[in-house]
Every structure is written in structure tokens, then in C-alpha cells.
């Protein structure tokens, strides 16, 4: 659906311009930051903002793709990565958003060197977040992984000192798994869910070159992507209001990425 223009009785107005994104529904401090968004564009751009709901992780792409909306923003480079492989769509990213870190819990250990040789620790066992999490345990010095790993698996590490056995859960069973296992790596969405204070963590993946992919950001088809309306709705998203919303709804759980610098 590109954004239409529609002229009011008033020849002179500026043209209303309207964008529609897909987003993901009952996330209502996503709906906070939005609306901050949304005032920002109709005030600076005079853009209009309508959102479009999906409730599964397959649906946003395919509606970008097939027209239905004219932006997205749910997902981080590395799944929009991965869904343009298998789908052969060529969707891309044309503004950063922000940044959830994954973090290491465990109530046996409060810091990461406390946990002891063959220790069970639980990761993801989807392939984007299996290997998030590989790279936070790499981060934390708790393992290496082989040379040019871009996707991580258990077969990519390279080294592991203290014999760490690693235990594949569905990202969903992470959290639940915290008192089989010595500690577990868990999604903040999953963490919230289970009630667990993301401030408890005892390692919070650093944001560097190798969670560059996991910056979230707004997504446009590539004919689409230097569309005028389509760049000044990242700028209004890209704002101060936006981060003291952030901060707001999310404490430190989310961070703005549209400008860190990564190390």
C-alpha cells in the first residue's frame, strides 16, 4: 500500500501524507512509543501514521512484501537477514530503531566467573537467538568461537575452558529452565514473562560489532527505500522524545540505537 495523498476542501494545505507500518500487537509500550512517534510525524511532516497489527513473527515481511503496508518495524537485522534468504524478498532495513539486550541469569551465581567447570548453561535453540547467545558467553569470556562465525552454533566453538555443557531449550522454556540449570541465557520478553527482573542479570550482552545485528529497525521494500515520507518517518522516529519514552516504558531493558557507536 504506498502512502496516498488526499486534498482537503482547502487547496492551499499542504498535502496529508499517510504511512502505514506493520507492527507487532499487545505490546503496549511499543503502542506508548508509537503515539510519540505518530505526534511527532503528523506535527514536523504532516504524515499521518496508521499501524497495522500482527500477531506472529511471519506476517509483517509478507505484508511489506505483497504491498499491504508500507513499512514494518519488529525485527533485527539478523532475522530481516535471514527471512529475505528464504523467501527471496528484498526488503531492507532503512533506519535503526533500538536494541534489546539478551542477558545471563542464574540463581545459583551472581557473577559470571562464579559459575563453575562443567556447569549446564540454556541458550535458544532457534538459529538467530542460538547464536546470540553464543556470542554473549563469548563476550563474556566464557567461551571462543571459531574465526568469521557470523551465524553460531554449538559446532562453532572454537573453545571451552570450563566445559560448559550447553542446553538447547525453545526461547520460551529458557526462563523456566533457571532452576535445572546453573544459569540460562533469556530473550527480555521471556524474562518479563517469567517475572524476572532484567536488573538481576549477572552478564548483559554488550552492544559491539557482534550485536550489530540484533539492532531492531525500520524496514521498507528496496524500491520503496529512499522514499521522502518513508526517510522523515525514521527521522521522527529517530528523536529525543523517542529515547525519554523509551526510557520511560523500559527503564535500561531497551536502548536507542539509531546513534551509538559500535566497538
Do not use: C
Amino acid at each position: 500500500m504506498a502512502a496516498y495523498f488526499s486534498f482537503g476542501g482547502n487547496q492551499k494545505k499542504a498535502a496529508s501524507k499517510t504511512v502505514t507500518i506493520g507492527i507487532m500487537s499487545g505490546v503496549k509500550q511499543e503502542d506508548a512509543i508509537w503515539k510519540t512517534v505518530a505526534q511527532t510525524a503528523k506535527k514536523k511532516y504532516n504524515i499521518k501514521l496508521k499501524f497495522k497489527k500482527f500477531t506472529d513473527y511471519s506476517q509483517p515481511n509478507k505484508a511489506l512484501a505483497e504491498g499491504d503496508v508500507d513499512l514494518n518495524a519488529f525485527q533485527h537485522q539478523a532475522f530481516l537477514d535471514a527471512w529475505n534468504k528464504a523467501n527471496k524478498t528484498n526488503i531492507v532495513s532503512i533506519g535503526k530503531t533500538f536494541i534489546t539486550p539478551i542477558r545471563l541469569y542464574s540463581k545459583q551465581y551472581k557473577q559470571v566467573k562464579d559459575i563453575p567447570d562443567g556447569a549446564t548453561i540454556a541458550v535458544p535453540n532457534d538459529a538467530t537467538n542460538e547464536s546470540r547467545a553464543l556470542f554473549l558467553l563469548k563476550n563474556a569470556g566464557l567461551i571462543t568461537l571459531k574465526a568469521n562465525t557470523d551465524l553460531a552454533t554449538v559446532k562453532s566453538i572454537a573453545k571451552n575452558p570450563k566445559n560448559l555443557k550447553i542446553k538447547e531449550l525453545d526461547a520460551s522454556q529458557t526462563a523456566r529452565s533457571l532452576s535445572d540449570v546453573d544459569a540460562a541465557v533469556i530473550n527480555t520478553n521471556y524474562a518479563q514473562a517469567a517475572g524476572l527482573n532484567y536488573k538481576s542479570a549477572i552478564y548483559v550482552e554488550p552492544v559491539n560489532k557482534d550485536s550489530e545485528q540484533w539492532i531492531n529497525l525500520i524496514a521498507a521494500n528496496k524500491k520503496d527505500k529512499n522514499k521522502k515520507e518513508y526517510q522523515e518517518v525514521v527521522k521522527a522516529y529517530q528523536t529525543a522524545k523517542t529515547k525519554q519514552m523509551m526510557k520511560k516504558e523500559y527503564g535500561t531493558a531497551e536502548i536507542p540505537a539509531w546513534n551509538i557507536k559500535l566497538k
